[in-house]
Structure formats: structure tokens, C-alpha cells
T-cell receptor, first 112, second 113 residues
């Protein structure tokens, strides 16, 4: 069956460290993958998009990788700050209408 | 600040009420979406409008009725809802087509008593 999995547990890291979040999928052939940030009670905010023919994308302190062989995307936040604390969602664009398929999200807490 | 505005931010309604959620965007985006999100769950797609025409209905119960009066506005009409319909309702837009980032509003928190 088709499945998307993100870090099952909440992630707690110390300020200044690099946070690494994972998104694994099975039985999809995504054309692209997106990462969003969501704060409690608010709508998701787009962070990065990576296409199937791209290995890595960067934006300021954010980096995302996409390995279609491993069927995995890694999302890194370097020099993490308490303000980075939020839930991070990965979403795959797959299928004929490229409907987004969402992971459950990973809760990240950055401790000062 | 988001460029997608949703009203009201909070709504409490009884099961016999009729209410509407509204969404407005002035980004010139031609694809607009309604999502439903329960606590600790990802957004769940309900409807997609493309160029003001309904293009996707994810088998949503008829007590939810979407409407797209023009390219900037999206409504969700609610009638005879159930308590399990209580959730955060999110509007989103996308430039066009089926790829690219989604821009979400802040959501309307709906409680059905």
C-alpha cells in the first residue's frame, strides 16, 4: 500500500545544532516533494520544493535532499533557533493530477 | 502575514445552523482549495477549484457546499453539520495547474455543538 512516514517521535534538539527531519515513502513515484512549516492553530507555510530530478535544494538555513532510489527526503535546519520550533510537514506531488499527499508531520522543539 | 484571508477565524454552530466560511486572495492565483485539518493530522483535501470551476471533490458529504463566485473568492457553505465536522478549515491557493507551492490562509476554527 502507499505510505508516507515522517519521524514518528517529536524531535528535541539544542539551540545551535542541526535538526534533521526525514520523510520516507513507499509505492509512489513523486514528481516533486514539498516541505511546509505549521505553527499551532495556523495554516501551513511553504518552505521548499524539490523535483524528482534534483538532489538538493537550499534556502538560507534550510536544506532538503531527495533520493528517489531510497525513496526518502531529508530536511535540515542548520544553526537551529527556538523560533524554528513547529511541526514540519512533507507533501508529495504524485499521480496524474499531482494531488499533494501529506505526511503526518514531525514536531520539532528547539531548546534554548 | 499571509496573503490568503479567511473569515471568520472562529465559528461555533449548532447542528441545525447554516453558516459560511469565506476565503479571499488577491495573488492572481487560479487554483483554490479547501482543506480540513483535525488535531495532529495532516490537511485533508476537500475541494479544488481551477479557473473558477470545481475540478476535484474528494467525496465530501453534501452538507459541505463550495462556491467560487470569482477568481478571488472561495466560499464553503455549511449546513446540518455533525460534531465530528469540528476542525480547522484551511483555504489555499496555487498559481495555476497542479504543481508549485500552496499558499494557505490562517484557517477557520469550526466547532459544531
Amino acid at each position: 500500500s502507499q505510505k508516507i512516514e515522517q519521524n514518528s517521535e517529536a524531535l528535541n534538539i539544542q539551540e545551535g545544532k542541526t535538526a534533521t527531519l526525514t520523510c520516507n515513502y513507499t509505492n509512489y513515484s513523486p514528481a516533486y516533494l514539498q516541505w511546509y512549516r505549521q505553527d499551532p492553530g495556523r495554516g501551513p507555510v511553504f518552505l521548499l520544493l524539490i523535483r524528482e530530478n534534483e538532489k538538493e535544494k537550499r534556502k538560507e538555513r534550510l536544506k532538503v535532499t531527495f533520493d528517489t532510489t531510497l525513496k526518502q527526503s531529508l530536511f535540515h535546519i542548520t544553526a537551529s533557533q527556538p523560533a524554528d520550533s513547529a511541526t514540519y510537514l512533507c507533501a508529495l506531488g504524485a499521480g496524474n493530477n499531482r494531488k499533494l499527499i501529506w505526511g503526518l508531520g514531525t514536531s520539532l522543539a528547539v531548546n534554548p | 502575514d499571509t496573503e490568503v484571508t479567511q473569515t471568520p477565524k472562529h465559528l461555533v454552530m449548532g447542528m441545525t445552523n447554516k453558516k459560511s466560511l469565506k476565503c479571499e486572495q488577491h495573488m492572481g492565483h487560479r487554483a483554490m482549495y479547501w482543506y480540513k485539518q483535525k488535531a495532529k493530522k495532516p490537511p485533508e483535501l476537500m475541494f479544488v477549484y481551477s479557473y473558477e470551476k470545481l475540478s476535484i471533490n474528494e467525496s465530501v458529504p453534501s452538507r459541505f457546499s463550495p462556491e467560487c463566485p470569482n477568481s478571488s473568492l472561495l466560499n464553503l457553505h455549511l449546513h446540518a453539520l455533525q460534531p465530528e465536522d469540528s476542525a480547522l478549515y484551511l483555504c489555499a491557493c496555487r498559481l495555476w495547474g497542479d504543481t508549485g507551492e500552496l499558499f494557505f490562509g490562517e484557517g477557520s476554527r469550526l466547532t459544531v455543538l
